[in-house]
């Protein structure tokens, strides 16, 4: 079991709310020995293990060499990394694929430059909701994280198929937002019925408080193909070093290699890197669950976060639908040799 399972999400805003205030004043240009400096970012869940496998096993450190000095940074949420990112507080690293698309949609100078993770997410209810089947969802209480996140859309836009709407949208189902920590608590005193919900939650609501699993990963719409994370940098960076850039995707994809390779002990890694952080455990148990929905891989599909985005706008989440022809650069994922520029 997760300790202190209930104040498990407050404790990790609040601490790495506290080591991104303390590091925010530098930047990554250089360093006090005269290196340049290369900054990753990265969240401490298990959507983000490709970066904590390359900082465990020293990967942007070989790859960008010796002239380089490495540092890392973590985040509560999105927004602070896409802050940090337009700063020049982080030179790259891994982050949702919506808040990249939100900044980018609002003009922001910002690229994908590989995947991170996909998959993970997932439908579940409670036990006295009732619910066990699609069927069953009309007129019941929905939560996701926040309204038209990823979750949210990828619900909404799998319920759609079914006749089934949120209220927002002249549908019966009721929705509302919170932290996955306050889900547990919820489900037990029924004011909400469901949720759509990323891993780890969703497993540790199913060993916690016996929630039943309504919709699964590879059922839930984009569920198998859509990223969950991306590595992201600024196209101010590409266009002044794109060779750095390149040793960067290089490195994040070796530490994904080796997460397919030696998938146990890159959970032990994850683990120990998320307690370190966080100073909270996840059960090995936990992790297990999460691992077969989750799939770690450097490839991105253009067309799926094009869609993802059209289903936002569909659903009304966005007034105008966005086109992200430019956000994507593949160019990166190739084996081939970039030379600066």
């Known amino acids: ?9 407050a404790v990790v805003l609040l601490l790495l709310a506290g080591v991104l205030a303390g590091c ?5 240009s250089g360093s006090d020995d005269g290196k340049k400096k290369v900054v990753i970012g990265f969240f401490p869940n298990i959507d983000h293990v490709p970066a904590m496998i390359a900082k465990e096993k020293g990967l ?7 002239d380089v000095t490495i ?24 982050v949702g694929p919506g808040p990249v698309m939100n900044h980018f949609a609002n003009g922001a100078d910002v690229k994908i430059i590989a995947g991170g993770s996909s998959g993970g997410t997932v439908v579940v209810a409670s036990k006295k909701s009732g619910i066990q089947t699609v069927d069953d969802l009309a007129g019941k209480t929905f939560i996701t994280p926040g309204v038209g996140c990823t979750h949210d859309v990828q619900f909404e836009t799998f319920a759609k198929d079914y006749g089934l709407k949120s209220t927002r949208i002249g549908g019966t ?45 590879d059922k839930i719409s984009f569920g198998t193909t859509l ?3 991306v590595l992201a940098t600024s196209g101010k960076l590409i266009k002044e070093d794109s060779a750095l850039v390149k040793k960067i995707v290089d490195a994040h994809k070796e530490a994904i290699q080796f997460i397919n390779e030696n ?5 032990e890694i994850a683990i120990k890197t998320i307690k370190d952080i966080t100073k909270q455990e996840l059960e090995k148990d936990i992790v297990d669950r ?16 094009q869609q993802f985005a059209d289903s936002s706008y569909d659903l009304k989440f966005l007034k105008d639908q966005p086109k992200f022809a430019e956000l994507i650069d593949k160019q990166f994922l190739e084996n081939k040799k970039v030379t600066k520029k």
């Open 263 to 267: 998938p146990e002990e890159a959970k």
């Open 227 to 229: 990223p969950n994370s």
């Open 24 to 28: 925010s004043s530098e930047k990554s």
């Open 1 to 9: 079991m997760m300790k202190n399972f209930m104040s498990f999400f």
């Open 173 to 217: 189902m009721k929705h509302t937002t919170g932290n996955p920590a306050q889900y547990a608590g919820l489900f037990q005193s029924g004011k909400v019925d469901f949720a759509s919900v990323p891993e780890p939650w969703a497993s540790l609501l199913v060993k916690e408080v016996g929630a039943k699993v309504i919709v699964d990963s």
């Open 60 to 66: 942007f450190e070989k790859v960008l060499g010796e």
């Open 290 to 305: 999460s691992w077969e929905r989750i799939h770690y891989t450097s490839e991105v599909n253009a067309d799926v976060i």
């Open 71 to 94: 540092e890392y940074k973590t985040f509560p949420d999105g927004g602070a990394f896409m802050t940090a990112l337009k700063t020049g507080d982080i030179s790259a690293g891994l």
